[in-house]
């Protein structure tokens, strides 16, 4: 049995034992964010995957507990008109993070590898080039002392799916079935190919690409969440503990009283 067959024979994880596992995570994570605030470290994340791979869903497990002022999260519209007159990487690059931030980047100068290559959206010229100089590109970023941590979904085929299919019906995701989501749809194994081939150039020592299995999406950020832990060296930071002081009762008055007459939102519930 193969390590994707492995993968795809565990039962999905239940809610209860899934919301345990994500607290204790996401309390390390507050942990790490004391410790990169403290020692001024800077970190990217990035994230990629085919459509309905659960980025969206793991970046909003790893996000939701932490200040969006030191975990922020970067996911570029299109390029404009200008955007395609400049080198590649320079959209990317005003998002990068300072001294105690963690920039999570929900698809990123991988673009070119994937969507793009796959929908004929640059030269094949354009497609060899960033092949070749990405690797270059990312060792300048991990020299300059950017601790850079790549992240892969990979979902299977049915999983991917029965995702589109609950899309098309549900009012609440059917934003996420944009017409090129509906396109690459049709061109899976072009997707595998242009996996392969950016996996084959770009997986280094120095910016290695992490493979998650994700067609268990509580897994799946789990596993991705206690991987960028185990990646990024910290420790607890000590804090004092907080003791709320006495409220002073100077200038004292009914100041809910004040309010009536003002506009106020209806209960409806």
């Known amino acids: 049995m193969s390590k994707n067959e492995v993968a795809d024979a565990k039962p999905k994880m239940k809610q209860k034992a899934y919301e345990k596992e994500l607290r204790k995570l996401q309390v390390e994570l507050c942990r790490l964010q004391e410790w990169v605030k403290q020692e001024g470290l800077r970190v990217i994340v990035v994230f990629e995957g085919r459509d309905a791979a659960g980025k969206g869903g793991t970046i909003k497990a790893i996000t939701e507990r932490v200040s969006p002022r030191v975990f922020r999260v970067v996911a570029l519209p299109a390029p404009s008109d200008r955007e395609k007159t400049q080198m590649y990487a320079q959209r990317y690059m005003p998002h990068f993070p300072a001294a105690g931030e963690v920039v999570i980047f929900d698809r990123s100068w991988y673009n070119r590898a994937g969507v793009e290559r796959v929908m004929g959206f640059c030269t094949e010229h354009e497609y060899r080039h960033f092949l070749e100089v990405c690797p270059l590109f990312e060792r300048q970023v991990v020299d300059n002392g950017i601790l850079l941590v790549k992240f892969w979904l990979e ?100 100041d809910r009283a004040t309010l009536e007459g003002r506009r106020f939102v209806a209960e409806a519930f």
């Not at 017409?179 to 194994?189: A, G, I, L, N």
């Open 155 to 254: 979902v299977g085929q049915k999983e991917q799916a029965r995702r589109f299919a609950a899309r098309v019906d549900d009012p609440l995701r059917q934003w996420k079935l944009s017409p090129m989501d509906v396109e690459s749809w049709t061109r899976w194994y072009d997707y595998s190919a242009a996996r392969d081939a950016m996996l084959e150039a770009t997986d280094t020592d120095y910016a290695p690409w992490f493979i998650v299995h994700s067609d268990d999406k509580k897994r799946a950020r789990l596993n991705c969440i206690a991987h960028l832990l185990s990646v990024i060296p910290h420790e607890k930071v000590k804090r004092e503990k907080v003791k709320l002081p006495k409220r002073s009762s100077r200038g004292r008055y009914d």
